[in-house]
């Protein structure tokens, strides 16, 4: 049985649908396990290795295991309303390219700075307004889709930066962080303050007696509670954070501690991957996580300079927004088709 607290401890988790495949894989694991023990230990009693039937039920196990995660993992990747999502997704994240190529922005921060603004005016959502909301259920191969249906949250926004940023030329991962307190931006678009709430409830909380505070706070350095984006670019390591509009350095006296101008701890985890599904794509940054960055102060400088640039050209975005709107609903409507297929 899978204890209760991590699904009260872990909110980025999809843990309901993980709970559900968890079940269905157990289940038949035990009944296969059941019939080829009984079949075996037939086998094995006849050439005198009982042992022999443990070590060939094991490696069927594991593979009808490995076989059933492949087949999941596809039909999120070929299916036809997945592929019909990401195509429209790879039009919007080629537009924004060339929304950046249009007001000249090549470095990290001004793309950024473009991606927040954009973000905070509604203009990555549907309704043109945005609500910061931890979905519970999402396909976690279009995380980043999720942001255009006008209800998304950390996973969501960092993985479309993430993706944004790739699309730019760079190289970008999103990092798994922990953090006690967060807050999203208020101003430009609609936020749910039941967000910051909640996650400060899970530190209060000791999950009904189970586990004491501190075996919380344990857990959450180790495998993170949010989610933020990694980028670099000419030897330079980025770490950025659009729905708190925050931008970090890695903190050079600390260990996987990241630092900016606000008050409050935010720690890279120990945890080896991100939590939704780009464990390899993490491995391959991890190596930078140390390299040179530019000062937080000189980011900043750039970083509200772009911001008033892009204000003062909206006019740019509302082209963007005309041009992709109608994708944005497009999506939308695709995963609510999924959503009724689960």
Known sequence: MINPSFYKIFGNIEYERTKEILKDVQKKIEKINLELFCALSGLSIYRHSLSTAYALAGITISLIYVSNEIYRQNMQIYSKEFLEIKTLYDEITKDFHKMCETFGFKEPVEIHALFEQSLRRGYFS????????????????????????????????????????????????????????????????????????????????????????????????????????????????????????????????????????????????????????????????KKYLHLNSTALSEDYALYTNTSYIVFNNRDILEKFYKENKSKYIEIDNKIKELEKKR
């Open 126 to 285: 549907k309704t043109k307004e945005y609500e910061y909301e931890n979905i519970s259920s999402e396909f976690e191969n279009i995380m980043g889709a999720y942001t255009f249906t006008g209800k998304s949250a950390c996973k969501h926004i960092a993985t479309l930066e993430k993706d944004i940023m790739q699309q730019c030329g760079m190289k970008s991962s999103t990092l798994n962080v922990y953090q006690e307190t967060m807050q999203p931006l208020k101003n430009e678009y609609k936020s749910n303050n039941q967000v910051s709430t909640k996650k400060k409830e899970i530190m209060e909380e000791t999950t009904d007696g189970l586990l004491d505070l501190e075996e919380i706070k344990a857990l959450l350095r180790k495998y993170g509670n949010y989610l933020i984006t990694m980028v670099v670019k000419d030897g330079k390591v980025n770490f950025f954070d659009a729905p708190q509009g925050r931008i970090y350095k890695l903190s050079k006296n600390i260990p996987l501690l990241l630092l900016d101008f606000f008050p409050g701890d935010t720690e890279i985890t120990t945890q080896e991957s991100s939590f939704i599904g780009t464990k390899k794509e993490y491995k391959n940054m």
